[in-house]
Nanobody
């Protein structure tokens, strides 16, 4: 069974950092393009970042560029989202999502391109 599980969310003060993890089971992460999305209270879900299966392409939303960085640990079948200089507007439930794109340099910012979703992890940025 293909499954994605996010972890690492929590409460952090503005300017702080968190590292989210997205761990895959049932498939190798490097066969999939992975996207991170978030949904703030009362708002629609939005794309945050994505990475292609071969790692050659990464894209970030303008709102997080220069603050968020993705990385991958293939041995642990885990993708990370390092979030620095967090702002209150980064608050929301963060989801990782995957779609099969083995060996390509493609990733997507649109949620309807992804087939598999995690359950989400809450990030709250507040003083």
């Amino acid at each position: 069974q293909l499954q994605l599980v996010e972890s690492g969310g929590g409460l952090v003060q503005p300017g702080g950092s968190l590292r989210l993890s997205c761990t895959a089971s049932g498939f190798d992460l490097d066969y999939f393009a992975i996207g991170w999305f978030r949904q703030a209270p009362g708002k629609e879900r939005e794309g945050v970042s994505c990475i292609s299966s071969n790692g050659g392409t990464t894209n970030y939303a303008d709102s997080v560029k220069g603050r968020f960085v993705m990385s991958r640990d293939n041995a642990k079948n885990t993708l990370y989202l390092q979030m620095n200089n967090l702002k209150p507007e980064d608050t929301g439930v963060y989801y990782c999502a995957g779609t099969g794109e083995y060996g390509t340099s493609v990733c997507y910012s649109e949620e309807n391109e992804y087939d598999y979703w995690g359950q989400g992890t809450q990030v709250t940025v507040s003083s």
